[in-house]
């Protein structure tokens, strides 16, 4: 266009009209936006949640209306230095992957599994994980220093008064899951227990990677001063993953946003009644030591 102007000394209005462009095209300046506040809040987003990678912090961004396009939210992350270091893999065989098969609803089918960690006084604690695969809501957990088959039967009592029963659950092949007492209460209940293969953690993948997000945002981040401190930084941990935290299988909802936007309108209460749920404290399980 400036070469028209400039050679021949058009005016801009008849330059255009020759080209067939627009006017408010040529004249359009772009105008830089001022990314200050965008970039403040993912700098505290980054420091409150300081394991999440950029595609997460987008999530959370958008959710509050403040970013759309994810390649503006990368150059910033990158900009910012906000890169989350990650442990080099260990190069394994290539082999094909079969994804675990997601049930249909939620609460159809649950997972189970055991953790452990060590207070700053070297005690170690356990932890119990109870994962829905479906919304990958985790219903109930319990932290403590000892927890035995009897102590997991009534705390699946407890979740039944709240979410109702599942068709199965899944779970290895430890001590807790195969007592006397798990095996009355399946039978009293209904409820399968099907049992992974040993030494096969991947065929009860979805709850292995709740903990794997558990140990590396939370567990790997704190130093438990007691029992108490542990029940308290797990407990929130786990209420900000059921209500806050993205998840990329769910499109980057949290379980609870899965589960009010795309569930039946009745699991809305399944939601709801998830918050409050402790750590330790459950209806009829004090959190006591005792097993």
């Not at 005016?11 to 462009?21: D, H, K, N, T």
């Not at 700098?43 to 999440?52: I, M, Q």
């Not at 099907?194 to 990677?209: C, D, L, M, T």
């Not at 997000?213 to 209420?239: M, Q, T, V």
Request: charged fraction near 30%.
């Amino acid at each position: 266009m400036g070469f028209l102007m400039n050679e021949f000394g058009l005016s801009e209005r008849r330059a255009c009209r020759i080209v067939g462009l627009a006017r408010s095209v040529q004249q359009y300046r772009p105008v830089p936006k001022d990314d200050a506040a965008m970039v403040e809040r993912m700098k505290t987003l980054a420091a409150e949640n300081r394991r999440y990678g950029y595609l997460r912090l987008h999530a959370l961004l958008r959710r509050e209306g403040l970013v759309v396009n994810h390649k503006r939210t990368y150059r910033l992350y990158t900009e910012q230095g906000l890169q989350v270091r990650t442990k080099r893999r260990r190069k394994l065989p290539r082999r094909d992957r079969v994804a675990p098969q997601v049930p249909e609803r939620p609460m159809q089918r649950w997972s189970l599994d055991f953790m452990s960690d060590q207070l700053a006084d070297h005690r170690r604690f356990r932890v119990l994980n109870v994962v829905d695969d479906h919304s990958r809501l985790c219903p109930g957990q319990i932290v403590d220093v000892s927890i035995s088959g009897a102590r997991v039967a009534r705390h699946l009592d407890d979740l039944a008064l709240r979410f109702g029963l599942p068709e199965e659950i899944v779970l290895d092949n430890g001590p807790e899951g195969t007592s006397k007492a798990m095996f009355d209460w399946s039978e009293r209940t209904g409820v399968r227990l099907r049992f992974i293969e040993p030494g096969k953690p991947v065929q009860n993948a979805f709850v292995e990677s709740f903990n794997g997000k558990l140990r590396d945002e939370c567990l790997n981040l704190h130093w438990f001063r007691s029992l108490p401190h542990a029940r308290e930084e797990i407990g929130r941990w786990r209420r900000h993953y059921n209500t806050e935290r993205p998840h990329s299988a769910l499109g980057y909802l949290s379980p609870t946003e899965f589960l009010t936007t795309t569930a039946a309108p009745a699991l809305e209460t399944l939601a709801v009644s998830a918050l409050p749920l402790d750590t330790h404290t459950q209806p009829g399980d004090s959190g006591s030591t005792r097993p």
